[in-house]
């Protein structure tokens, strides 16, 4: 990560994440949804990513395609077994899960969700 990209992740652990707003260019995050919320940085080669936890949503925009499909579907595995039950992941428009056997249902174009 550059030392810009650890500034935007500081910032967002502190409640305000960067936004297009051209006044501030900041969005507060209420104190109530940033108990719930974790930014962090992740490998994504490590076979846990170095979490316990499972989650509720998870957002992973325009990360994959730079992955071969292996890797891909190898990445796919590994947050299926950290979403919920019911849980969702989010993913960018160019991002695909056609021919990978995973327990997702697709419910919207880029949205699916955990069986």
């Known amino acids: ?10 910032t967002c652990r502190r409640g305000s994440t960067p936004c297009r707003d051209r006044s501030s260019g900041l969005v507060r995050i ?3 949804l940033r108990r719930m919320l974790r930014f962090g940085r992740l490998n994504f080669m490590d076979e846990d990513f170095g979490l316990r936890e499972r989650f509720h949503v998870i957002f992973c925009r325009n990360l994959i395609i730079y ?3 292996p890797t891909q579907e190898r990445l796919m595995h590994k947050f299926c077994r950290h979403l919920v039950v019911g849980g969702y992941l989010f993913l960018g428009h160019s991002e695909s899960l056609h021919g990978f056997h995973l327990p ?3 419910v919207a174009p880029t949205e699916y969700q955990r069986d």
């Open 1 to 10: 990560m550059s030392g810009a990209d650890f500034r935007i992740l500081g």
């Open 30 to 32: 209420g104190a109530d």
């Open 67 to 69: 992955f071969d499909k």
């Open 104 to 106: 997702l249902r697709q």
